[in-house]
């Protein structure tokens, strides 16, 4: 049943955030969360993650309330796949993935053969065992970011929550680090992912979830919902949507002499 | 991973090895000169009571020859306990220093880091202003070490901020006053015998270790060491943000919270049994990470094995090196500075 939300409001005190968020991501879908910076993307995911306490509305997690589920059970519901950053102490690619097991392990105990195995597994699905004695900080940013996804599987949740995973990454390890996230989608996994990039989004999204000042701006498949307009509002650019000979679709910036100086007007 | 896996096992092997060797060898070395022979005597005697006493007499004490009296009251008086603090407080001061680096996500952080040994050191000298005596300056150590951490608690919670900052901020403004209170009570204690019991203790040492001081920081150390343990894998995900530890299902701050608690305790145990003993807590968890790697599966039992092997070894030069002892905290300092600086200049990185 993925992850669906109703209703959902947040505030910061008197700063609204989110305002009246429907959407749901079914099983199996890549939802792509489009926005411009502050526009309430993060505070959304740390809602659905159960981090934040929404102010109102509902949160269901595969058909259950989110606020009748403990966080340990959660956890192995839904994970987290933060964009990678340096860690105080350099772990290992393995324990970094063994972390995320802990879900479901005791309290008192450590990881056992049965969670060392998950952990193998989680690396050998998104192809990078051979890393596995390689130190966190030692590997490429694209690598870093597969370790961390790797954690999330090894979590053993089927729901995916990632923080603009491309983010950092080259043109290359971006591409190849999108098919492997589109692969999971085709497995069954839930994957949420907020984006800056419009091609993303038609390239690899099943659907699109576009906010603006913490209100839904536009929701649907990438082709209904992404148009020419949303872009305009949400970036203050204009662009044209043209489609390739391929039948994709590309976003491309108008840069006629009007356009930039409106351009960087907002800057 | 295996190559750490191997790493660690060596490490605890060899580490468990020497530490048995250095009791051994510890028990001989001093002023009072005993041979090897009339060592592993006396010592073969202590078993053959021991054994006795467990069979209710079954298997009966046979002592054996050349060992005087004299004899056994150093090694089992004197030395034994000496030994055993030694032991006790190197492993404490490591488990704490490793673990207050991994929730306050702090590679510099040390046992002191909150104020305990600062805390102690107010209620050693206040003990020993009002000549109040060996036992009482060791109570007082310990619960003002433990009064500073709470003040240090409350003190963050009123505070606002990211909370680990909150916490650090705390322990240094109340170490501060602490030490401010030390330097007071140093001036008004009489200079001829007062101020340099103060100074002296502070200076950190093992000297007038008795069984009573073991027996007295026993019982803290293990309860505070016991959790630590059972808690180690998830101090791993505490040194990561506190959402990826939570949305991973741990209770960041509830277990943050007891391993803060754990560690203070077994630094509160310690330094009030051996006054202010640097750079252990800093040095030791340091080397072992180089050896084992950072998970606190493995860090935390090779850090307290480390700890122990360390003081012990550093305690022996203490008591042998010169005619008159050389307080331990001295030594380490000049032997953990050098060390540190040798380790954080190595050409292979990764702390």
């Known amino acids: 049943m993925g992850v669906e939300v109703r209703g959902l409001s947040f505030a910061y005190g008197a700063r609204r955030v989110l305002e009246d968020i429907d959407f749901e991501a079914r099983d199996g879908e890549l939802l792509a969360v489009l926005g411009p910076n502050g526009a309430g993307k993060s505070t959304l995911f740390n809602c659905v993650l159960g981090l934040l306490k929404p102010e109102r509305g509902e949160i269901r997690i595969g058909g259950e309330a989110l606020r009748a589920i403990s966080p340990r059970a959660l956890a192995r519901r839904i994970a987290y796949v933060p964009q990678s950053h340096a860690p105080t102490f350099n772990y290992s690619v393995f324990d970094m993935a063994l972390m995320g097991t802990t879900a479901h392990v005791g309290g008192f105990s450590v990881p056992g053969a049965a969670q060392a195995k998950l952990a193998e597994d989680a690396l050998a699905h998104v192809g990078i065992s051979h890393l596995r004695a390689r130190g966190f900080m030692q590997i490429s940013g694209g690598e870093r970011q597969l370790s961390l996804i790797a954690r999330a599987l090894a979590q053993q949740a089927r729901i995916l929550i990632m923080d603009e995973p491309t983010a950092n990454l080259d043109y290359g390890n971006r591409l190849r680090l999108m098919l492997r996230v589109k692969e999971l989608a085709g497995e069954g996994y839930t994957v949420i992912q907020s984006t800056h990039d419009p091609d993303h989004a038609f390239l690899f999204a099943d659907r699109v979830l576009a906010l603006n000042a913490g209100r839904v701006a536009a929701a649907g498949p990438p082709r209904e919902a992404v148009t020419e307009a949303l872009i305009e509002s949400l970036y203050g650019v204009r662009v044209r949507l043209a489609e390739t000979r391929r039948g994709n679709v590309r976003c491309e910036p108008v840069l006629t002499e009007n356009n930039m100086k409106s351009i960087e007007r907002k800057l | ?351």
């Not at chain 2, 467990?54 to 002592?63: D, E, F, Q, R």
């Not at chain 2, 490793?98 to 996500?105: E, K, S």
């Not at chain 2, 510099?108 to 104020?115: R, S, T, V």
Request: glycine share 10%; charged share 15%.
């Open chain 2, 1 to 351: 991973m295996e190559e750490k896996l191997r790493g660690y096992s060596l490490v605890v092997l060899s580490f468990s090895g020497l530490l048995l060797a250095g009791i051994v060898v510890s028990f001989a070395l001093g002023r009072f000169p005993i041979g090897p022979l009339e060592l592993f005597t006396a010592l073969g005697d202590k078993f053959g009571e021991l054994l006795a006493a467990l069979t209710n007499g079954k298997i009966p004490a046979t002592p054996g020859d050349g060992v005087t009296d004299q004899m056994r009251t150093i090694l089992f008086n004197v030395r034994l306990p000496r030994i055993l603090l030694a032991c006790m407080v190197g492993c404490c001061l490591a488990a704490a220093g490793a673990a207050y680096q991994g929730v306050f996500q702090n590679p510099m952080a040390a046992p002191d880091i909150l104020g305990a040994s600062s805390g102690a050191a107010t209620g050693a000298a206040f003990a020993i202003l009002l000549q109040l005596g060996a036992r009482m300056v060791m109570v007082f150590a310990f619960a003002a070490s433990l009064v500073t951490i709470g003040l240090v608690m409350l003190v963050s919670r009123a505070a606002r901020g990211n909370r680990v900052l909150r916490i650090i901020l705390a322990g240094i403004m109340i170490s501060s006053l602490c030490n401010a209170a030390t330097s007071f009570i140093k001036l008004v204690a009489d200079p001829n015998d007062i101020l340099p019991a103060i100074t002296y203790w502070m200076m950190g040492s093992l000297a007038k270790t008795k069984a009573e001081s073991v027996a007295f920081a026993a019982v803290p150390m293990a309860a505070g060491l016991l959790p630590l343990l059972l808690l180690r894998w998830r101090i791993n995900l505490l040194t990561l943000s506190d959402d990826e530890a939570k949305t991973m299902g741990v209770n960041t701050g509830l277990v943050r919270g007891a391993v803060i608690v754990c560690a203070t305790l077994v630094t509160a145990a310690s330094v009030s049994v051996s006054g202010l003993i640097g750079w252990v807590g800093l040095v030791v968890p340091h080397l072992i990470r180089r050896l084992v790697g950072n998970n606190y599966r493995h860090l935390l039992p090779a850090s307290m094995l480390g700890g122990a092997l360390f003081l012990l070894a550093v305690d022996n030069v203490s008591r042998n090196l010169l005619s008159t002892e050389i307080p331990i905290g001295i030594l380490t300092s000049a032997v953990g500075a050098p060390f540190f600086i040798w380790l954080i200049t190595r050409k292979k990185e990764a702390i």
